[in-house]
């Protein structure tokens, strides 16, 4: 497909939000009215004109956005193209590349095997991956550009894992020599979690454990801790405990055979041309059932299910009647859990303001960064430019799901002023 025929396409103008293509709810989040939560319809009602000039201006291909309020469903839509050669519309219930919205997916996981007593965040994860037990630490290089490496000053914990700091890295993020390590090792393409494990045992942490957030692969060591300590598959693991208790299912690690003709393409902008994105870790197929289960970015899903899992952190653990875990841990997950000097998280750049809990990012004070959000805020993001967010003081989920490179939060910034102002109680 030429640049010139997605740009020709673009110029007709967008596409019709296919919403009548299927009878099935998206969401099993009941449909509710604005105004009977205390929203306005009115405000609500500017997030169209919003979204669609973002992908006028050719910064989006298409986006899904689903807003709920107290349980309720009340305004969600569709815009653009999933699929611009194809002429695709983007549906309501589009399958996406969600990638880092993984996390707090996995992060469940392990908060269940806590809750039943099959393990404890605080301990050591050589306890369980036993290969974790001696690692080496980074501490910068000689005149002559030799490593300098300590031993650890404590063990990496699983809540290490959980809130980032376990020293671990992403080879992209990290410019040091122990990102290039991580790359020429191949980390991020493992065959499979027992194979990333043996890589990552031989090469040394970013820093000590407990003392500054990394954003890094920790989330995928602790899909590897579920399956140690469960005995079963990642995938299988996610699929009894969670997809299938909250009805996700078109959530997995490949497209569903169900969902293949609705599954978005990812693009990205070229100066003020959209194109097909070729990064190749970022555009897979997902057609096939892999063999490296990634808990830190792994899974296909759709904007329905995904407000099915919001839905159960909203509802503080539970969904339909079922408990997927305790009121209590739902708290903890989503307060800050950093140390002082691990605040704020750091991600490319400082984000002030904003702390991190087990396996979410959280508001913890309004900055120039975060002016627009609300304290207590939760959420996450995919590096393929998908959101989300709760606001437990306001009792709203927000679901912004495009597909779009490099990672911006331009969607995200674009609606979370107009949702907040549609608010009346």
Not at 131 to 157: A, C, H, P, Q, Y
Not at 272 to 293: H, K, N, S
Not at 328 to 337: H, P, V
């Amino acid at each position: 497909m030429t640049r010139l025929f997605i740009i020709l396409i673009l110029l007709i103008g967008p596409s019709q939000c296919g919403q009548a293509q299927t009878s099935k709810p998206i969401s099993l989040v009941p449909v509710g009215t604005p105004e009977k939560v205390g929203v306005s319809k009115e405000k609500l009602g500017k997030i169209n004109p919003a979204v669609n000039k973002l992908i006028e201006q050719q910064k989006l291909a298409g986006a899904v956005v689903l807003v709920a309020r107290k349980g309720k469903l009340i305004f969600s839509d569709c815009y653009g193209w999933a699929d611009i050669g194809k002429q695709k519309s983007m549906q309501l219930n589009s399958a996406f590349r969600i990638y880092s919205m993984t996390k707090p997916i996995t992060s469940i996981a392990v908060l269940i095997l806590q809750e039943r007593k099959l393990l404890n965040l605080d301990d050591a994860v050589s306890q369980y991956i036993p290969e974790f037990k001696n690692l080496k630490v980074f501490s910068g290089t000689d005149k002559n550009d030799v490593l300098i490496l300590k031993n650890m000053t404590r063990e990496i914990t699983i809540r290490d894992l959980l809130r980032h700091t376990s020293g671990l890295t992403y080879d992209f993020l990290d410019e040091s020599p122990v990102g290039k390590m991580y790359l020429e090792d191949e980390v991020a393409t493992s065959k499979n979690l027992k194979e990333m494990i043996r890589k990552l045992i031989k090469i040394p942490l970013t820093s000590q454990p407990g003392e500054k957030f990394t954003y890094g692969v920790s989330t995928d060591v602790l899909g590897y801790l579920v399956e140690r300590v469960s005995g079963m598959s990642f995938a299988d693991f996610l699929r009894k405990e969670i997809f299938i208790p909250l009805s996700m299912t078109e959530t997995a690690f490949y497209v569903p055979d169900t969902a293949t003709t609705r599954f978005a393409k990812v693009y990205t902008s070229e100066g003020l041309q959209i194109a097909e994105a070729q990064d190749a870790r970022i555009v897979g197929e997902f057609l096939e059932p892999p063999t490296m289960y990634s808990g830190g970015g792994g899974l296909i899903s759709t904007a329905g299910d995904y407000l099915n899992f919001c839905e159960m952190l909203r509802n503080n653990g539970k969904f339909k009647g079922q408990r997927i875990v305790t009121a209590k841990t739902i708290k903890e997950m989503t307060g800050n859990q950093l140390p002082e000097s691990a605040y704020p998280i750091s991600i490319v750049e400082q984000q002030d303001g904003v702390g991190f809990g087990l396996g979410v990012s959280v508001v913890m004070e309004i900055t120039e960064l975060c002016k627009t959000a609300h304290v207590g805020e939760y959420g996450w993001d995919g590096i393929a430019s998908t959101h989300f967010w709760i606001s437990p003081k306001d009792d709203l989920i927000v679901i912004a799901l495009s597909q779009n490179m490099p990672f911006s939060h331009q969607l995200r910034d674009v609606l979370r002023p107009l949702v907040y102002d549609a608010l009346s109680r």
